[in-house]
């Protein structure tokens, strides 16, 4: 019978053909993460890219049932060197997995059926990280803070939300959708395959020739200033929501208001926003810095 292994080397060159011809785009399956070697150890931190899968979207109301980690180290030009083995668990929840989620994840009741998430076991493994990330942090750092209080006292940063993706031509900010922007697809809706892909795209070069990751590094680093609409006029909610002010509503910490985030740039001009356009006088707002420990977190 004839080999049915197929030649990848001759695979690779009908490929190079049909996109040298400019009539076709090709993904490519994702096999590992794109490394820069030469780096000097001495130089290198550790991070860990994280996700979550979850019975729901409700942060305070919803569980994990499953947890991946992948620590990587990074030079200091953001570039990706090492990637190290994962952390992976799953977690039966209080209630029956609502079998939407079950038809997204693959994730069923017998699967997770006495399993459960050891805190220590995971402060152990993020002990080392000096950064958290997560393709849309804001949603799995309530989960993952209510897990164990480790994840308080890291840095954290969003693969979805801190990089100007729009900006460097991508169509959308969805991890898949990134994933084909850079030529190659994954298995999704498992927590492991997802942290792997977000480390791919967060290795590539982006226009200037740095790499995703260091866009994004730099964005964790900088401040940005929280600002309370406390007290504003019911009038003006339309014009707040158009800005990008969202609202912090019923069940949550602090003041039922709209609220923004901008950097150090952007910050008199909103608050003369604020004082022109909603107000019509100085509200005397006190905005709050929220640095990369804060970030994303509920106590923000």
């Not at 490519?28 to 001495?42: I, K, M, N, V």
């Not at 953001?78 to 994840?105: D, M």
């Not at 990330?133 to 309530?142: E, L, S, T």
């Amino acid at each position: 019978m004839p080999d049915a292994t197929p030649d990848l080397a001759a695979l690779e060159v009908m490929a190079a053909q049909l996109e040298a011809s400019g009539r076709y785009r090709l993904l490519r399956r994702f096999e590992g993460c794109t490394l820069h070697a030469g780096a000097d150890p001495a130089t290198l931190k550790r991070g860990v890219f994280l996700d979550t899968e979850t019975t729901g979207t409700d942060t305070r109301r919803d569980e994990i049932i499953e947890l991946a980690m992948i620590p990587f180290d990074y030079d200091p030009e953001g570039r990706l060197c090492a990637v190290h083995a994962p952390f992976v668990a799953l977690n039966q929840p209080s209630k029956p997995i609502p079998a939407e989620v079950t038809q997204i994840t693959g994730i069923t009741d017998a699967m997770v059926e006495g399993q459960v998430l050891d805190p220590e076991a995971v402060d152990a493994f993020i002990a080392s990280a000096v950064i958290v990330i997560a393709h849309n942090a804001a949603f799995d750092r309530p989960f993952a803070e209510r897990l164990t209080d480790a994840f308080k006292l890291k840095g954290w940063a969003c693969s979805m939300s801190q990089v100007d993706w729009k900006g460097q031509g991508a169509e959308g900010t969805k991890l898949s959708v990134l994933a084909h922007w850079r030529g190659f697809f994954f298995d999704g809706h498992r927590a492991e395959n997802d942290c792997l892909a977000g480390l791919e795209v967060l290795a590539r070069p982006l226009q200037d020739g740095r790499t995703a990751l260091a866009h994004l590094l730099d964005a964790a680093r900088a401040p940005t200033w929280r600002i309370v609409a406390d007290r504003s006029p019911f009038e003006q909610k339309d014009k707040l929501k158009a800005r990008g002010y969202r609202w912090n509503g019923d069940d949550v910490a602090g003041p039922k208001a709209w609220f923004t985030d901008v950097p150090d740039r952007d910050l008199e001009a909103e608050l003369t926003f604020l004082t022109q356009e909603i107000y019509g006088y100085d509200p005397g707002l006190t905005p709050r810095r929220i640095t990369t420990f804060e970030r994303f977190s509920e106590r923000g």
